[in-house]
């Protein structure tokens, strides 16, 4: 069965910090995605890693994937006040459309 | 404006009251899926279609239908609710990988609908 678990799952940071964000998943997935919910509203795709060593980046966040270690991280940069969110990653079971999500990790970046 | 869009956004109902919730996408998507947030257990996936009549239960289909008869709409139907099944639904599309630039299968959300049962 496939698990996907992130940590942690609340993190508090100041301005101006660097931090990581990790999303294990317990089987092999064609592809790991990471989304951001702000409060109350949908949420909005960020990356979609596909291979191993894969590395994307947009402005302060970056995500890896090692598909080796099942292992992926969301890495944020000097951290400011407007990435204050909730961060979920999610695998692909099948390439179908069925996505497993982490729990999330509630972010909230104080001056 | 390339959307999915659900309807309505907001629902209070009674135990066993059957309802429907809409959803709809403007992308000539092949794939929908329908997921419940609950606080602390992130987004389980209750259906999902890989096109028109092709659909397949996901982590948490117990109380839910859905049907698949156009491409567009995705509804989600719950014959006699319950209390837990008050929730957040969110509505997801996308193309399948072979039809996306990277073979990514970017998933685009809607809005979401808030579902409360008494």
């Known amino acids: 069965e496939l698990k996907v678990e992130q940590n942690p799952l609340f993190l508090s940071m100041q301005e101006g910090k660097n931090y990581t964000i990790y999303c294990n998943y317990s089987?092999?997935?064609?592809?790991l995605y990471w989304y951001r919910q702000d409060p109350g509203k949908s949420l909005e795709s960020l990356f979609v890693?596909?291979?191993?060593?894969a590395v994307k980046q947009e402005g302060r966040l970056m995500a890896s994937l090692d598909t080796k270690a099942r292992l992926s991280t969301l890495h944020i940069t000097a951290a400011v006040h407007d990435l204050s969110a909730t961060y979920f990653c999610?695998?692909?079971?099948?390439?179908?459309?069925?996505?497993?999500f982490g729990k999330g990790t509630k972010l909230s970046v104080k001056p | 404006e390339a959307q999915v869009t659900q309807n309505p956004r907001y629902l209070i109902t009674v135990t066993g009251k059957k309802l429907t919730v809409t959803c709809s996408q403007n992308?000539?998507?092949?794939?929908m899926s329908w997921y419940r947030q609950d606080p602390g257990l992130g987004l389980r996936q209750i259906y999902y279609?890989?096109?028109?009549?092709?659909?397949d239960k996901g982590d948490v289909p117990e109380g839910y239908k859905v049907s698949r008869k156009e491409k567009r709409n995705f509804p989600l139907i719950l014959e006699s609710p319950s209390p837990n099944q008050t929730s957040l639904y969110f509505c997801?599309?996308?193309?399948?990988?072979?039809?996306?630039?990277?073979?990514?299968?970017?998933?685009?959300f809607g809005p979401g609908t808030r579902l409360t049962v008494l």
């Open positions: 997801a599309s996308s193309f399948p990988p072979y039809m996306e630039r990277g073979g990514l299968n970017t998933q685009y």
């Open positions: 089987t092999t997935s064609d592809r």
């Open positions: 890693l596909l291979s191993n060593g």
């Open positions: 999610a695998v692909d079971r099948g390439s179908q459309g069925n996505l497993i």
């Open positions: 992308m000539n998507h092949e794939y």
């Open positions: 279609s890989m096109n028109v009549e092709v659909t």
